[in-house]
């Protein structure tokens, strides 16, 4: 099993960014995939998640508005796309799976893929 984040980088101030997450091996449509980020020196924070179905969603007040996710079923791939990029977006992403609803930060996920960094400059 193996969730494998991309398209971190340096962007500036009110830029746009689509991360990528493609899951292999038994991660499949059963699961819900959810992107969390933690900046330096603060506690990891939920951004979004898709459910399985690809029908329920759910954004951080942080990014709502501003950020759409969504699932490409046949590659198994979940994107991020954050416009109006700010400051305070600037984290290391991380995409993870579970079974079940996925809100916030405080559910036990099954499988983390590695982070991928995003830079915001003013």
């Known amino acids: 099993v193996q969730l494998q984040a991309s398209g971190g980088g340096l962007v500036q101030a009110g830029g746009s960014l689509r991360l990528s997450c493609v899951a292999s091996?038994?991660?499949?449509?059963?699961?819900?995939v959810g992107w969390f980020r933690r900046a330096p020196g603060q506690e990891r924070e939920f951004v979004a998640s898709i459910s399985g179905s690809g029908g329920v969603t759910y954004y951080a007040d942080s990014v709502r508005g501003r950020a759409t996710i969504s699932r490409d079923g046949p590659k198994n791939m979940v994107s991020l796309l954050v416009n109006r990029l700010k400051s305070e977006d600037t984290a290391s992403y991380y995409c993870a799976a579970r079974r079940g609803s996925l809100r916030d930060a405080a559910v036990t996920m099954s499988y983390w893929g590695q982070g991928t960094l995003v830079t915001v400059s003013s």
């Open positions: 091996g038994l991660i499949d449509s059963t699961y819900t």
